[in-house]
């Protein structure tokens, strides 16, 4: 079920080069499957990557974090520098994922990299929190987001109630978890329509928003640094929340092996990328402080139905519908949506590299899609969506998230003095690297302190990777019994599911 893993120790960058070598285990009747090659296309051309990075940020993340922001900033122009500063600390980050990007062509992203800096380890601990905990959450809590903007027009008069919510946000993860399994082409096509309707979308909230400000309704403006004063345990709550809403620069690194020109193509995409979602960013949250104050955003647990819809409907009526149908579903998709590209190629590499179970790293073999990787995500999305409410979903997520983060970009700086011969085509600042790393870590530090309860339990489930990586990969000496067991249920896995190995998986 896991293949041996890797050699341990990192030599001329070529650590993730392995040793598995993807053949199926055998049934006593033979090879159960036809072993064909299957390849995920290398076809990411500059506009492809700033689609997916776009189309990954945008999202519900821009209607769940400004409630956040302002409850733990106390402020309206506290909240719009917080939104700034995120912005410019999500660029310095993609930067610095830019040039690892370059240097280390390979996909898998934080995973990759944490395996090239700091061996396998830490980088099983990574992958292991990444199925268990940030995955499942960070669907459940966009797909909750969503769930809640397309009842809220049937219960204007009433509450409503949590359980339809999350029956019909499953409804949701449910349809599109079968369309990954059913076609790599449809998403790539659906997650580049979706992206430029998401901006369409921005732009329907922004325009009001500057028509409003042209016809002087600044009421909400005045004393802008009036209210609660910022605490030293909500700051970083308020960053969790910005961070969150930017988040996604990072994915067109999970499928570097498929970008073409990636010296050229992955630093200009992000550039793009990042500049016109923070200016998007901050001008749709001046939109929203033009029509509503912050005592009514604060009340609000669906701030875009109080605020553009209060507005919008004056000036197009069809635009709240528009923006309903595509900006909280879009993050959704995108972020489970293409499941050749983001999360799923982390499992494809680490299943690669003997860290994950064999058939992870499989390729539906008629219709090309990871199906076992979308599949195993499925009722771990299941049992985050109906264990938790959203903000502590957020914060329990952004934990792991920025830890792991924080130390993927320590580790640039690490690779900088441990190989400092590495080609290096994109080169940041030093300033960079070590500015974003330590505001992640401190950020990590102080959530510890300011929320004990969701960050302990992230801390306490990511040290379960520690035990696991010396259960599963290192101790060799399982049963003979429970080994047969395993590569048996691999192997009619393999047959039901109709996957074979990926092109690169036999290469490895």
């Not at 995920?40 to 769940?64: E, P, Y």
């Given at each position: 079920?896991?293949?041996?893993?890797?050699?341990?120790?990192?030599?001329?960058?070529?650590?993730?080069?392995?040793?598995?070598?993807?053949?199926?285990?055998?049934m006593?009747?033979?090879?159960?499957?036809?072993?064909?090659?299957?390849?995920?296309?290398?076809?990411?051309?500059?506009?492809?990557?700033?689609?997916?990075?776009?189309?990954?940020?945008?999202?519900?993340?821009?209607?769940?974090?400004?409630?956040?922001?302002?409850?733990?900033?106390?402020?309206?122009?506290?909240?719009?520098?917080?939104?700034?500063?995120?912005?410019?600390?999500?660029?310095?980050?993609?930067?610095?994922?830019?040039?690892?990007?370059?240097?280390?062509?390979?996909?898998?992203?934080?995973?990759?990299?944490?395996?090239?800096?700091?061996?396998?380890?830490?980088?099983?601990?990574?992958?292991?929190?990444?199925?268990?905990?940030?995955?499942?959450?960070?669907?459940?809590?966009?797909?909750?987001?969503?769930?809640?903007?397309?009842?809220?027009?049937?219960?204007?008069?009433?509450?409503?109630?949590?359980?339809?919510?999350?029956?019909?946000?499953?409804?949701?993860?449910?349809?599109?978890?079968?369309?990954?399994?059913?076609?790599?082409?449809?998403?790539?096509?659906?997650?580049?329509?979706?992206?430029?309707?998401k901006?369409?979308?921005?732009?329907?909230?922004?325009?009001?928003?500057?028509?409003?400000?042209?016809?002087?309704?600044?009421?909400?403006?005045?004393?802008?640094?009036?209210?609660?004063?910022a605490?030293?345990?909500?700051?970083?709550?308020?960053?969790?929340?910005?961070?969150?809403?930017?988040?996604?620069?990072?994915?067109?690194?999970?499928?570097?092996?498929?970008?073409?020109?990636?010296?050229?193509?992955?630093?200009?995409?992000?550039?793009?990328?990042?500049?016109?979602?923070?200016?998007?960013?901050?001008?749709?949250?001046?939109?929203?402080?033009?029509?509503?104050?912050?005592g009514?955003?604060?009340?609000?647990?669906?701030?875009?139905?109080?605020?553009?819809?209060?507005?919008i409907?004056?000036?197009?009526?069809?635009?709240?519908?528009?923006?309903?149908?595509?900006?909280f579903?879009?993050?959704?998709?995108?972020?489970?949506?293409?499941?050749?590209?983001?999360?799923?190629?982390?499992?494809?590499?680490?299943?690669?590299?003997?860290?994950?179970?064999e058939?992870?790293?499989?390729?539906?073999?008629?219709?090309?899609?990871?199906?076992?990787?979308?599949?195993?995500?499925?009722?771990?999305?299941?049992?985050?969506?109906?264990?938790?409410?959203?903000?502590?979903?957020?914060?329990?997520?952004?934990?792991?998230?920025?830890?792991?983060?924080?130390?993927?970009?320590?580790?640039?700086?690490?690779?900088?003095?441990?190989?400092?011969?590495?080609?290096?085509?994109?080169?940041?600042?030093?300033?960079?690297?070590?500015?974003?790393?330590f505001?992640?870590?401190?950020?990590v530090?102080?959530?510890?302190?300011?929320d004990?309860?969701?960050?302990?339990?992230?801390?306490?489930?990511?040290?379960?990777?520690?035990?696991?990586?010396?259960?599963?990969?290192?101790?060799?000496?399982?049963?003979?019994w429970?080994?047969?067991?395993?590569?048996?249920?691999?192997?009619?896995?393999?047959?039901?599911?109709?996957?074979?190995?990926?092109?690169?998986?036999?290469?490895?």
């Amino acid at each position: 079920m896991f293949r041996k893993a890797a050699v341990t120790t990192v030599s001329n960058g070529n650590y993730l080069q392995g040793q598995a070598n993807g053949r199926l285990p055998s049934m006593d009747s033979g090879q159960p499957a036809q072993e064909g090659k299957v390849v995920l296309k290398k076809k990411v051309t500059l506009l492809r990557g700033i689609s997916i990075i776009i189309g990954t940020i945008i999202g519900a993340g821009i209607f769940i974090s400004p409630k956040g922001i302002l409850k733990n900033t106390g402020s309206v122009g506290m909240s719009l520098t917080v939104w700034t500063v995120c912005g410019i600390l999500s660029l310095f980050g993609a930067l610095c994922y830019a040039e690892l990007g370059t240097c280390i062509k390979k996909s898998g992203g934080h995973y990759t990299y944490i395996l090239e800096a700091f061996g396998p380890l830490p980088a099983f601990v990574r992958v292991w929190v990444e199925l268990l905990i940030i995955r499942p959450a960070a669907t459940a809590v966009i797909s909750l987001a969503f769930g809640r903007y397309i009842l809220e027009p049937f219960f204007m008069q009433c509450e409503i109630p949590e359980l339809a919510i999350k029956l019909i946000t499953a409804v949701g993860i449910t349809l599109v978890m079968v369309l990954n399994s059913t076609s790599v082409s449809w998403s790539a096509r659906i997650q580049i329509f979706l992206t430029f309707c998401k901006l369409v979308a921005i732009l329907i909230i922004i325009v009001p928003g500057v028509i409003q400000l042209i016809k002087g309704e600044t009421q909400h403006f005045k004393n802008a640094f009036a209210g609660n004063d910022a605490s030293v345990m909500g700051l970083p709550l308020a960053f969790y929340s910005g961070m969150y809403a930017y988040s996604g620069w990072f994915y067109l690194n999970f499928v570097t092996e498929e970008v073409e020109n990636p010296e050229k193509n992955i630093p200009l995409a992000i550039c793009i990328s990042m500049i016109i979602v923070t200016v998007g960013y901050v001008l749709t949250n001046v939109a929203y402080f033009t029509t509503i104050s912050a005592g009514e955003l604060l009340l609000s647990k669906a701030v875009a139905v109080v605020s553009y819809r209060r507005k919008i409907q004056s000036y197009v009526p069809a635009a709240v519908v528009f923006v309903d149908t595509f900006l909280f579903p879009g993050e959704k998709n995108q972020g489970t949506f293409c499941p050749h590209l983001f999360p799923t190629r982390m499992f494809f590499v680490a299943s690669r590299e003997g860290h994950l179970p064999e058939i992870l790293s499989m390729i539906h073999v008629r219709k090309h899609t990871p199906l076992p990787a979308v599949i195993v995500l499925h009722p771990l999305t299941m049992i985050m969506l109906f264990n938790g409410d959203l903000y502590s979903l957020l914060n329990f997520l952004s934990f792991a998230r920025w830890l792991f983060i924080g130390l993927v970009v320590a580790g640039l700086i690490y690779l900088r003095y441990k190989r400092p011969d590495m080609p290096r085509p994109f080169k940041v600042p030093l300033f960079i690297p070590a500015l974003f790393s330590f505001t992640c870590l401190f950020m990590v530090a102080l959530s510890l302190y300011s929320d004990p309860v969701n960050t302990g339990i992230g801390f306490a489930i990511t040290l379960t990777g520690v035990p696991a990586y010396y259960l599963f990969i290192v101790w060799d000496k399982k049963p003979k019994w429970f080994r047969k067991i395993l590569d048996r249920v691999t192997v009619t896995l393999q047959i039901l599911l109709e996957v074979v190995p990926s092109e690169e998986d036999q290469k490895s």
